[in-house]
């Protein structure tokens, strides 16, 4: 069974730095591009960051371009979001997402789903 | 960036009755050289993470129930519920995937 488990989130002032966390299990975490994807209280989903599965493509929605930074380590089945100043705005639920994969190519839709892990940026 | 637009907001419908959802995007999301659109349904239940239903405009995810269809092309697009069930309440968004940034519709909230 695909397991997505995020942790890493909080409180933190705005400015501040978070690094969000994602275990991934039941699948082969090496072959599959990963992504994050945000949701505000009470809003809608947006899409943050892609990374493939040899991190050679990373892509980033505009509105965290240059504060937010998205590895994986391969060998640890982790994806992880590095948060640096951090603003109100950026204040939602983040959930680790596995693109959809075949052996030739991955498409960014989006087939399994972490829990999410909830992100408040307050002073 | 492909901005996606759904309708309606929200959708109140009695146990059985059909309901539709509709999906548009700014531009074609259709990719001609392998004739597939690149548009995605999810469904949100409440304290849920999204559940994907439907890929490829139509094609139905394993396990989802056959009363969730969906169908259209280029930048038009619906998710139809048949006969909706009490466990259909949630909220459905759209999403292309045919160029980044990979956008979302705001949600469709489906009330019983």
């Known amino acids: 069974e695909v397991q997505l488990v995020e942790w890493g989130g909080g409180l933190v002032k705005p400015g501040g730095s978070l690094r969000l966390s994602c275990a991934a299990s039941?699948?082969?975490?090496?072959?599959?591009?990963m992504n994050w994807v945000r949701q505000a209280p009470g809003k809608g989903l947006e899409w943050v960051s892609s990374?493939?599965?040899?991190?050679?493509?990373?892509f980033y929605a505009d509105s965290v371009k240059g504060r937010f930074t998205i590895s994986r380590d391969n060998a640890r089945n982790s994806l992880y979001l590095q948060m640096n100043s951090l603003r109100a705005e950026d204040t939602a639920v983040y959930y680790c997402?596995?693109?959809?994969?075949?052996?030739?190519?991955?498409?960014?839709?989006?087939?399994?789903w972490g829990r999410g892990t909830l992100v408040t940026v307050s002073s | 960036d492909i901005v996606m637009t759904q309708s309606p907001d929200s959708l109140a419908v009695s146990l059985g009755e059909r309901a539709t959802i509709s999906c548009w995007s700014s531009?074609?999301?259709?990719?001609?050289?392998?004739?597939?659109?690149?548009l995605s349904w999810y469904q949100q239940k409440p304290r849920q993470p999204p559940k994907l239903l439907i890929s490829?405009?139509?094609t139905r995810e394993s396990g989802v129930p056959d009363r969730f269809s969906g169908s259209g092309s280029g930048t038009y697009f619906t998710l139809s519920i048949s006969s909706v069930q009490a466990e259909d309440v949630a909220v459905y968004y759209c999403?292309?995937?045919?160029?980044?940034?990979?956008?979302f519709g705001q949600g469709t909230k489906l009330e019983i």
């Open positions: 490829w405009a139509s």
């Open positions: 999403q292309q995937y045919y160029g980044t940034p990979y956008t």
């Open positions: 990374i493939s599965s040899r991190s050679d493509y990373i």
């Open positions: 997402a596995r693109d959809y994969c075949t052996s030739a190519s991955c498409y960014y839709y989006f087939d399994s």
């Open positions: 531009q074609s999301v259709f990719f001609s050289s392998n004739n597939k659109n690149y």
């Open positions: 039941g699948f082969t975490f090496s072959t599959y591009s």
